[in-house]
């Protein structure tokens, strides 16, 4: 319930912090700054911390600790206000010699939600995980202190392998997506929608509150996420052909000709090279890039499009620039699709091919074990952008399921980052 330090000029033993939540917390007889003089009798004067912990752990029964007050006592950490935060990195502490008591520390995963309880000591914050339960805080590197540990240590780089073409169930204006799965290489992305590594960002924690969408509002913009073949373009497509008065993708634009027959229901918006060009540098796309020869791209210009008429936008696009998407003005729900099983992973991928711009063939064995690979570290890396994971076991299923989601995420309230919800 509490952390000791040692004044290494007088060796004396302070209590340094008292856990919110914890049993000394809720005698409020303990308080930082409290000079500990003796347990069970025993001075404790000149010890370290290690051993005065000791002679804790061999205490049974009742403990007696004799201490003198803090003349000036710190405020009580009950009356501070909680702030809460989504973990942007990762943390461990059995993994960080600088943490005052490793027992004491909480380990979190990059997306995971904190609620911040106390930030009283500039060096250690305490906090919950959420939800839980738990009444007892855990202590967790304060945002100052963690970001400065991450600039020092070398952040490890992910790599992903993309899968260099599309199934042939997708059919949803196929030629734009062979674009999106055979042209990685030529593919571009905004300068703004760089993913941020480790030492750049500007802090580890981002600040969160609920919101909760006003029926007067446009409606949240809804962002799929998943590694090529997983089934994202074609859970996409099916959700617009069963619900095509709510929901609705942007019309990508194209420099490639108008073919016959397009102009009376277009699915693109047909563009000029210099045009396309001016919107690039203008960082109006999404993403965007070439192939056979004609730029495409997905415009944040196509998305208000729709938002405007009242409709829902869906969109899928690579995890790295989902960061792009994340205002105030747009508030994207972010959905991850994930693959199932290994097992049924085959079995549902069995008499589905891969098509490239050269051929047309059945998927392999290298193919599985590269989708659940690319899936498995794009989660890792961008797990903090996701407000949900869904797991397409079932394609039918998970459109169901993924439909609910879109629903909850216009109705309900959800954590999004603190500027979202202030006017």
């Given at each position: 319930?509490?952390?000791?330090?040692?004044d290494e000029?007088?060796g004396?033993?302070?209590?340094?912090?008292?856990?919110?939540?914890?049993?000394a917390?809720?005698?409020?007889l303990?308080?930082?700054?409290?000079?500990?003089?003796?347990?069970?009798?025993n001075?404790?004067?000149?010890l370290?911390?290690e051993?005065?912990?000791?002679?804790?752990?061999?205490?049974?029964?009742?403990?007696?600790?004799k201490?003198?007050?803090n003349?000036?006592p710190?405020?009580?950490?009950?009356c501070?206000?909680?702030v809460?935060?989504?973990?942007m990195v990762?943390?461990c502490p059995l993994?960080?010699?600088?943490?005052?008591?490793?027992d004491a520390?909480?380990?979190f995963?990059?997306?995971?939600?904190?609620?911040?309880v106390?930030?009283?000591?500039?060096?250690?914050w305490?906090?919950?995980?959420l939800p839980?339960?738990?009444s007892?805080?855990?202590?967790?590197?304060s945002?100052?202190?963690l970001?400065?540990?991450l600039?020092?240590?070398?952040?490890r780089?992910?790599?992903?392998k993309?899968?260099?073409?599309s199934?042939?169930s997708a059919?949803?204006?196929q030629?734009?997506?062979?674009w999106?799965?055979t042209?990685?290489?030529?593919r571009?992305?905004?300068?703004?929608?760089?993913?941020?590594?480790?030492?750049?960002?500007?802090s580890?924690?981002?600040e969160?509150?609920l919101?909760q969408r006003?029926?007067e509002?446009?409606?949240?913009?809804?962002?799929?996420?998943g590694?090529?073949g997983?089934?994202?373009?074609?859970?996409?497509k099916?959700l617009?052909k069963t619900n095509p008065?709510?929901l609705?993708?942007?019309?990508?634009?194209?420099t490639?000709?108008?073919?016959?027959g397009?102009?009376a229901?277009?699915?693109y918006h047909f563009?000029s090279?210099?045009?396309?060009?001016?919107m690039v540098?203008?960082?109006?796309?999404?993403?965007?890039g070439?192939?056979?020869?004609?730029l495409?791209?997905?415009?944040?210009?196509?998305?208000?499009?729709?938002?405007?008429r009242?409709?829902i936008?869906?969109?899928d696009v690579?995890?790295?620039n989902?960061?792009?998407?994340?205002?105030?003005r747009l508030?994207?729900?972010?959905?991850f699709?994930?693959?199932?099983?290994?097992?049924?992973?085959r079995?549902?991928?069995?008499?589905?091919?891969?098509?490239?711009?050269?051929?047309?063939?059945?998927?392999?064995?290298?193919?599985?074990l590269?989708?659940?690979?690319?899936s498995?570290?794009?989660?890792?890396?961008?797990?903090h952008?996701?407000?949900r994971?869904l797991?397409?076991?079932?394609?039918q299923e998970?459109?169901?399921?993924l439909f609910?989601l879109i629903?909850?995420a216009?109705?309900e309230p959800?954590?999004?980052?603190?500027g979202?919800s202030?006017?």
């Amino acid at each position: 319930g509490a952390t000791i330090r040692k004044d290494e000029e007088t060796g004396e033993i302070f209590i340094a912090r008292v856990i919110h939540g914890g049993l000394a917390d809720r005698s409020g007889l303990l308080h930082p700054g409290d000079l500990l003089v003796e347990v069970n009798g025993n001075p404790v004067v000149g010890l370290d911390p290690e051993q005065v912990i000791q002679i804790l752990m061999d205490s049974q029964g009742t403990i007696l600790f004799k201490v003198l007050p803090n003349e000036t006592p710190a405020s009580s950490s009950c009356c501070a206000k909680s702030v809460f935060v989504r973990a942007m990195v990762d943390y461990c502490p059995l993994q960080d010699t600088s943490i005052p008591c490793p027992d004491a520390g909480m380990a979190f995963r990059r997306g995971d939600l904190l609620e911040v309880v106390d930030q009283s000591d500039e060096r250690w914050w305490q906090a919950r995980k959420l939800p839980s339960a738990a009444s007892c805080a855990r202590l967790i590197p304060s945002a100052g202190r963690l970001k400065s540990r991450l600039s020092t240590s070398e952040p490890r780089k992910i790599r992903t392998k993309q899968m260099t073409a599309s199934l042939s169930s997708a059919g949803f204006r196929q030629s734009f997506c062979l674009w999106r799965r055979t042209s990685h290489r030529r593919r571009r992305q905004s300068c703004t929608s760089c993913s941020p590594t480790l030492s750049s960002l500007s802090s580890p924690y981002e600040e969160v509150s609920l919101y909760q969408r006003h029926p007067e509002e446009k409606h949240r913009l809804i962002v799929l996420a998943g590694a090529s073949g997983v089934g994202v373009n074609e859970l996409r497509k099916r959700l617009i052909k069963t619900n095509p008065l709510s929901l609705q993708g942007p019309l990508p634009h194209t420099t490639r000709p108008i073919r016959a027959g397009e102009l009376a229901k277009p699915e693109y918006h047909f563009v000029s090279k210099e045009l396309f060009e001016y919107m690039v540098v203008s960082h109006r796309f999404v993403e965007y890039g070439e192939f056979r020869g004609h730029l495409y791209g997905t415009s944040i210009d196509a998305i208000d499009d729709v938002l405007r008429r009242g409709q829902i936008c869906i969109v899928d696009v690579e995890p790295h620039n989902v960061q792009m998407l994340r205002t105030s003005r747009l508030k994207p729900f972010v959905i991850f699709i994930k693959p199932p099983s290994p097992e049924r992973l085959r079995e549902t991928r069995r008499e589905a091919r891969i098509i490239s711009a050269q051929a047309s063939r059945a998927f392999t064995e290298d193919d599985f074990l590269q989708l659940e690979e690319a899936s498995r570290l794009l989660e890792v890396k961008y797990r903090h952008l996701f407000d949900r994971v869904l797991v397409n076991e079932d394609l039918q299923e998970c459109c169901s399921r993924l439909f609910s989601l879109i629903q909850e995420a216009q109705q309900e309230p959800q954590w999004t980052p603190v500027g979202w919800s202030q006017k």
